[in-house]
């Protein structure tokens, strides 16, 4: 049974690293977590992966109340040798995985009165460093795609921010986010 005072959370690359600390936090604070992580070799694309986890939390819990966007790849690449599909497998899964998500959580939201969306960006949207022209890309888009949805969303009380974390240490590995 879902008490009134608990949230549902959707958090996306919760497997490791930043989104696990998110997701543990907000299991700590009487909240249903739903816990995304994507393999990426399952061949699934992006799109039909998110509409099939929206789906199922509207199926189990009705709503959504906070989505937070932390899926993400970091790859260095030299620029002039990165490839077209890996500079489109770094934006589709950095950036326009978090779209579709947030589109499809705004729906389930507007069920509810409204919601939050979180985006994890990076300092990396703001400056750089060589052979990340990628990922940088993806994570400045971000702001920009934070930005015009807060505008678009807002009518359906939905707030959309974003934070910018720089290298976070995990534990067997440093994360770039």
């Not at 879902?2 to 949230?7: A, D, R, T």
């Not at 099939?52 to 932390?70: H, P, Q, R």
């Not at 705004?106 to 979180?118: A, E, H, P, Q, T």
Request: proline share 2%.
């Amino acid at each position: 049974m879902i008490v009134k005072s608990q949230k549902i959370v959707v958090i996306t690359g919760a497997g490791r690293g930043i989104g696990r600390s998110i997701a543990l936090e907000f299991s700590n604070r009487v909240a249903i977590v739903v816990v995304a992580e994507i393999n990426e070799t399952n061949g699934l694309s992006v799109c039909s992966e998110i509409e099939a986890l929206m789906k199922t939390v509207e199926k189990e819990f009705g709503c959504i109340d906070v989505l937070i966007n932390n899926a993400g790849l970091s790859e260095f690449s030299d620029p002039l040798v990165i490839d077209e599909l890996n500079w489109d497998r770094i934006l589709d899964t950095n950036l326009k995985g978090l779209f579709f998500a947030s589109r499809e959580a705004v729906k389930l939201m507007m069920k509810n009165g409204g919601g939050s969306i979180v985006n994890i960006a990076s300092t990396r949207a703001l400056m750089s460093e060589p052979n990340s022209e990628a990922y940088a890309a993806s994570k400045g888009g971000i702001l920009a795609l934070t930005h015009a949805m807060a505008a678009s969303f807002s009518q359906y009380n939905v707030t959309v921010n974003a934070i910018l974390p720089g290298w976070i240490e995990t534990g067997d590995y440093s994360v770039l986010r």
